[in-house]
């Protein structure tokens, strides 16, 4: 089964304009969701993480916001740039066992 | 600078072979995972070890297998590759087991069975 669930699996933004990405998940033992970037040829990296006690965490441009009555979690891109163009990946773990991800959503920002 | 390496990018095999997929840490990390790409369905976790000598399955182990002789060193193994497997594999490593450490990915291994 799909434990965590992620959409749009395609998104395409004009430069400057905002990226937003959503993840459901269903355990309510997750205590750890980050997001990872992947640009092609490359593997992904951590771009950031949240936990479930915060309802937002920001770094530069990128923000998660995370619901957790709700069971979701979102990645907000603020004055999305070409060079953001990735594929990315929304993640959810309980303790430090294995990262369960989201079939992963290909971002394009068009200059 | 955590580096992760997979010894091939590009492979291409005939189905029925034995495959060997090759992955190096040179962190010291005790955590290493082998993860299958496919588009729409993000990241499966094939096999994982927290240890030496010690691997657990993760969702999809089926027709593979993996060794960890060395801490740095973690190998996934088809045993007879068949078309379905053709896909993108990442090895990724992380520092403890008892923490949400940062999962580091090598570049990937595109495997192709023909």
């Known amino acids: 089964q799909q434990q965590v669930k992620q959409s749009p699996q395609s998104l395409i933004v004009q430069k400057g304009g905002i990226s937003i990405i959503n993840c459901a998940y269903e355990?309510?033992?997750?205590?750890?969701f980050p997001w990872y970037q992947q640009f092609p040829g490359k593997g992904p990296a951590l771009l950031i993480a949240i936990r479930p006690d915060v309802s937002e965490k920001k770094e530069g441009r990128f923000t998660i916001s995370f619901n957790k009555s709700a069971k979701q979690f979102s990645l907000h891109i603020m004055d999305s740039q070409p060079g953001d163009s990735a594929t990315y990946f929304c993640a959810a773990e309980r303790g430090s066992y294995k990262l369960i991800f989201g079939s992963g959503t290909r971002l394009l920002v068009r200059p | 600078d955590v580096k992760v390496t997979q010894s091939s990018r590009y492979l291409v095999k005939r189905t029925g072979e034995k495959v060997f997929l090759e992955c190096v840490q040179d962190?010291?990390?005790?955590?290493m995972f082998w993860y299958r790409q496919d588009p729409g369905l993000g990241l499966r976790l094939i096999y994982f070890?927290?240890?030496?000598?010690?691997?657990e399955k993760g969702d999809i182990p089926e027709g593979y297998s993996v060794s960890r002789e060395k801490k740095e060193r973690f190998s996934l193994i088809l045993e007879s590759a068949s078309t379905n497997q053709t896909s993108m594999y990442l090895c990724?490593?992380?520092?403890?087991?008892?923490?949400?450490?940062?999962?580091?990915f090598g570049q990937g291994t595109r495997l192709t069975v023909v």
């Open positions: 070890s927290y240890d030496v000598k010690m691997k």
């Open positions: 990724a490593s992380r520092r403890d087991r008892a923490m949400n450490t940062e999962a580091f």
């Open positions: 962190m010291d990390h005790e955590n």
């Open positions: 355990n309510t033992a997750f205590d750890y």
